[in-house]
């Protein structure tokens, strides 16, 4: 059993940056695939990043390529989650997820259901 506890939300402007966090208990988390999604009101869960057991590969959607950087530390077990120049459509409730440990997932693989513990989510609101 994996649990994810995300932080790091909030409110800023169109332009500024926020920094999420997901620290992970267990004692596996260096062989699971890290994601993370979001979802705006109304809409479905997007993929937003996947990064692998390593940090050595990640994969980006397309609308945070560039804006977004994800990197996870094994020691620590967290995952970190930087935003820059945040627009008024990344507002959502950002989820980070983990696949099971053990499974390679690739980092492109954005199929919320191949990803099996998930955090409560956190808050990200960009103002215009």
């Known amino acids: 059993q994996v649990q994810l506890v995300e932080s790091g939300g909030g409110l800023v402007q169109a332009g500024g940056s926020l920094r999420l966090s997901c620290a992970a208990s267990?004692?596996?988390?260096?062989?699971?695939?890290m994601g993370w999604f979001r979802q705006a009101p109304g809409k479905e869960r997007e993929f937003v990043v996947g990064?692998?057991?390593?940090?050595?590969?990640?994969y980006y959607a397309d609308s945070v390529k560039g804006r977004f950087t994800i990197s996870r530390d094994n020691a620590k077990s967290t995952v970190t989650l930087q935003m820059n120049s945040l627009k008024p459509e990344d507002t959502a409730v950002y989820y980070c997820?983990?696949?099971?440990?053990?499974?390679?997932?690739?980092?492109?693989?954005?199929?919320?259901?191949?990803?099996?513990?998930w955090g409560q989510g956190t808050q990200v609101t960009v103002s215009s």
């Open positions: 997820a983990s696949g099971p440990s053990g499974l390679y997932i690739p980092p492109e693989d954005s199929d919320p259901e191949k990803y099996v513990y």
């Open positions: 267990g004692r596996t988390f260096s062989r699971c695939t």
């Open positions: 990064i692998s057991w390593s940090g050595g590969r990640t």
